[in-house]
């Protein structure tokens, strides 16, 4: 979905997956028993390798974690200048002329469980660009990007994370 007044090369990413980010990590025990320490989730499927294959098939990493395995390294070693995170959203605030965005919804769906072992990678796809509106933060645009998180073993789709967005702060 797009408004009409949207400039053509933004238009033309509406539906496509215009980012592929395969330099996610390898999900690990450790960062899942981190994680779960940290929020004092004592469930059985992420610490208790046993009773996770009696209830579903093995471990499995907490839910809330499914983005963790595709953020980019904020630092590299020779130098190297770091990726951005959701890169496609900062493609979109670029072709928009909207320096300033802001996170107005967000929605996970699970497909799959990801468990110790897997190598995560994501797909950016931008679904919707809205029509020129004005708000308490300005003019600007609404947008929506889904992250179609997969298995890199079997590319099996683990999940989809779809955010919406408000851009404003340029040339009205």
């Given at each position: ?73 904020p630092w590299m070693a ?72 997969r298995r890199q073993a ?19």
């Amino acid at each position: 979905m797009t408004a009409g007044d949207v400039p053509p090369e933004a238009a033309a990413w509406i539906g496509r997956v215009m980012v592929v980010e395969r330099d996610g990590v390898t999900v690990e025990p450790g960062s899942i028993a981190l994680f779960a320490a940290a929020v004092e989730d004592g469930n059985p499927l992420y610490r208790d390798t046993a009773e996770a294959a009696a209830l579903a098939g093995g471990p499995m990493a907490p839910p809330a974690l499914l983005s963790a395995w595709n953020r980019p390294d904020p630092w590299m070693a020779g130098g190297a200048p770091p990726s951005r995170a959701l890169e496609l959203h900062f493609r979109v605030k670029e072709a928009l002329g909207l320096p300033k965005a802001v996170v107005t919804r967000a929605e996970t769906e699970l497909h799959a469980p990801v468990r110790p072992g897997d190598h995560v990678y994501a797909e950016q796809r931008l679904d919707t660009i809205g029509p020129m509106t004005a708000n308490k933060l300005g003019t600007g645009r609404y947008w929506t990007i889904s992250v179609l998180y997969r298995r890199q073993a079997d590319d099996a789709l683990l999940g989809i994370e779809t955010l919406g967005f408000y851009g404003y702060g340029g040339a009205a």
